[in-house]
Structure formats: structure tokens, C-alpha cells
């Protein structure tokens, strides 16, 4: 999910610079659903594994 959240801001990057706004602004709306997304899913990850009595992995 990170990977498509870095591919949608790199389309709104490259859109922005060559002037077509409202596609870059889209594409940057979906990076940082996806971004927060990936967030909460990693929050929610990282507490049940606590909850278990693993840590992480290193």
C-alpha cells in the first residue's frame, strides 16, 4: 500500500510540473488516503503483535 501511496504523489509530482493541476491534485488526494491508510493499518499491526507478546522482528 506504501508503493501505490509513492506512485500516485510521483504521477501528482510530474503532473504539477507539467501544468495539468487538477489531475496532480487528485493523484495527490489518493497518495495521502493511501498514506494514512497504510498508517492506521501499521498502528493496528504493531498493537496486536504487543497485545500477543511478540515484539517485532529485527
Known sequence: ?????????IIAVIAGVLGFGG???TAAGIAKILFFIFLV?????LVMNAAKGKGPKV
Open 23 to 25: 489531475i496532480a491534485g
Open 1 to 9: 500500500m506504501l508503493y501505490w501511496a509513492l506512485v500516485c504523489l
Open 41 to 45: 493499518l501499521l498502528v493496528i499491526s
